[in-house]
């Protein structure tokens, strides 16, 4: 017996070493301790009770307290989850970015090996393994599942994060996930009765909107029972004991359908100031705040600044970088500046850096866009850097289309802002703006699905068998107008039978690709044998789904030999044809690709996320039947293909069928109006065709500064319509 008590003594002083000599189970420690830390974390029993009883839990709780990484966690492991957990998320940097910590929390690989618990899938990146039990996606690759597979039967539980954000997405799949928690429509039969849990979770407490809708879908007046709301900190044990029990007596029969729970996440207090005087340029404020703060105020403490868009930041970071040694000198005395961008076409690798520590004696400044607002927590901030600015797409009536706009952002969003600098210790926030500016600022910001093209909304409801789109369940209705117009792009685009308005099998294809109908239309236009230019277009479509691959030429930083270089990739016939030649030069490239990027002023960063898309979209393409494998093997990058006159037009007849109504023409007075709405437009400065007059122009969006641009931009004939239109294609 002494032997067995000694055997068991040394396993446990092993078992001890063991932890104490092995990294991974150290880390995992230490990771657990900061989930315990977490506000969220006592309410663990609550929310696990929440839905043992009820079919939807909306969860309201500030960035940061732990909702996207713990409630996956504690819904897994319940009894009534035999299938897996989808979270939602309106963007893919903060889906991946989330599954490569839960995965790292839960100690498991991530992706497709067969270990792994976590995956993800987002648009043009799909790493989902067998034995995942948690799926993190963006919204639209749920809605994208759906089409598959209507009634989700693969998932038991769908987390719905920061519907704050009220993306169109958002909000299409509230109206889906509506109408199968409640049983109603086709889909929720096909889940043979195994129910489906729907947790809701905003940053924002305003919960009553979404509480009413979700009744409303079961037919009942509100009859919500709530959580008490458990202060961080605050001993909660008991409570949860008790509820625990009550629950469980009554779980098998529950007329509480909805419960709402709140968390309140750790707040300290922030000074915030606002300019004197309004600035014309937040940049240049931005960049002279940053070094006061780094002059006056003490470590540790990371800078955080929003900012609008890529572009921006990286002209900023560039900026800050130049001034680094005339203000950081030996003499100064003062910690180092280590410039950290946070966009959303940065790679992973560059965005998971933000998660890291700064080193000894350096002070972090991340620059982002409102990607920090809410869907990224970005640790050790103490001074926020507000622009008061965010890039908004905006449906231009007028005009038919989608912009990203800068605009001023609204109370709620600045109040966001705001409160990053409070989530460790006592900060400060910095409003490049004046008070009596804030106090114009609209309340909230107003849901996309009131601001932008409704056309690929309507697209998903009619491909998922809603054919009353004016009837679907929606928690911000959009005007009949404007859904109305959205029927009749996708009709121009033959999406939908002119007869009973009902989705088209043309329109079912162009659903599949994860593009707007205008790009899916365009892509089926080129895999025509008669078009037979589904490759290169591709290739163009790519490039419109990244960030711009031509680094902006300034007079000064450009050397001659790199604009002649520039130069060779452009096309006479336009922008669509010069992406093209350039794609098609990178990707021949076989030496040293950075280097030829350089050389072309290209942006290297922008290509290697294009190839990725282009090879998604290649392979989608093929799955769609669009592509043959043999096409797909033949498409030899080492081989430049020059591209001839009637591919060229080819190509450009794909785009106007995608595009019909982006077209405008020569007037007499040389200027260009837009053949719907005869409107001036422009050609953008940075088009290889600026300056020329044309019979007609093709373009891929406008953008506004002080006056309408048309960008992206090629040279059509006019008959080219009519041959459209008359044909098949
Ligand atoms: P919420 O959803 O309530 O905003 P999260 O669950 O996203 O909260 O974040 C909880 C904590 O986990 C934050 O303090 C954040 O810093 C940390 N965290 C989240 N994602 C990552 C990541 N990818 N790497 C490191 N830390 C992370």
Known sequence: RDDA???????????????????????????????????IWPQATNIRNALLENHVLILAGETGSGKSTQVPQFLHTSAWCTGRVAVTQPRRVAAVSLARRVAEEMGTPL?????????????FDDNVGKNNRI?????????QEMLRDPALAEYSCVVVDEVHERSVNVDLLLGFLRGLVTGTGEAA??????????????????????????????????????????????????????????????????????????????????QTEYLSEPTRDFSEAALLQIFQ????????????????????????????????????????????????????????????????????????????????????????????????????????????????????????????????????????????????????????????????????????????????????????????????????????????????GNISDLGRKIARLPLTPAHGRTIIAAADPEMGCLLPVIDIVACFNSENIFVEVKDQDANDEAREARNKLSCRQGDHLTLLSAVQAYASERTDRKQWAKQHLVSHRSM????????????????????????????????????SESTGNNILKCFLRGFPTNVARLVPDGSYRTIHGHMAVAIHPSSVLYGRKLEAILYNEFVYTNRTYARSVSAIQMNWLEEIYSGSS
């Open 5 to 39: 008590v000694q055997k068991d003594e040394s396993q446990k002083q092993d078992f001890r070493n063991n932890r104490q000599h092995n990294p991974l189970a150290a880390k995992q420690n230490r990771l657990l301790q900061v989930r315990q830390s977490l506000p």
């Open 111 to 123: 992706g497709k090996s067969p270990q792994s618990l976590v995956g993800y899938n987002v648009r």
């Open 135 to 143: 799926k993190f996606l963006t919204e639209g690759m749920l809605l």
């Open 189 to 270: 039969k096909k889940r043979k009765g195994k129910p489906l849990k729907v947790v809701v979770m905003s940053a924002t407490a305003d919960t009553e909107k979404l509480k009413d809708f979700f009744s409303e879908g079961f037919g009942q007046p509100p009859t919500v029972d709530s959580i008490p709301t458990v202060n961080d900190g605050e001993p909660v044990l008991d409570k949860e004991e008790t509820s625990v029990e009550k629950s469980q007596e009554s779980s098998v029969l529950s007329s509480n359908k909805i419960s709402t729970c709140f968390v309140e996440g750790r707040m300290y207090p922030v």
């Open 293 to 500: 703060i780094h002059r006056k105020e003490p470590m540790p403490g990371d800078i955080l600044v929003f900012l609008t868009g890529g572009d921006v930041i990286t002209n900023l970071q560039q900026a800050i970088e130049d001034m680094i040694p005339n203000v950081i000198t030996k003499d100064s005395g003062l910690p180092k500046l280590l410039v950290l961008p946070l966009y959303a076409a940065l790679s992973q690798a560059q965005q998971q850096a933000i998660f890291s520590p700064a080193p000894p004696n350096t002070r972090k400044v991340i620059l982002a866009t409102n990607i920090a607002e809410t869907s990224i927590t970005v640790p050790g901030v103490r001074f926020v850097v507000d622009s008061g600015k965010a890039k908004i797409k905006q449906f231009r009536n007028r005009l038919g289309l989608d912009s990203l706009l800068v605009k001023d952002i609204s109370k709620s969003s600045a109040i966001q802002r705001q409160g990053r600098a409070g989530r460790e210790a006592a900060g400060k926030c910095f409003r490049l703006y004046t008070k009596s500016n804030f106090e114009t600022l609209e309340k909230d910001t107003v849901p996309e699905i009131l601001r932008c093209d409704l056309s690929s909304a309507v697209l998903t409801m009619k491909a998922r068998g809603v054919n009353d789109v004016m009837d679907f369940p929606l928690l911000t209705r959009p005007s009949r107008e404007a859904m109305e117009r959205a029927l009749l792009q996708l009709l121009q685009l033959d999406a939908l039978n002119p007869e009973d």
């Open 608 to 643: 290697q996320n294009v190839m990725d898309v282009r090879k998604q979209l290649r392979a989608q393409c093929q799955q769609a039947k669009l592509l043959t494998k043999e096409e797909l093997a033949n498409a030899d990058d080492d081989n430049l293909a020059t591209v």
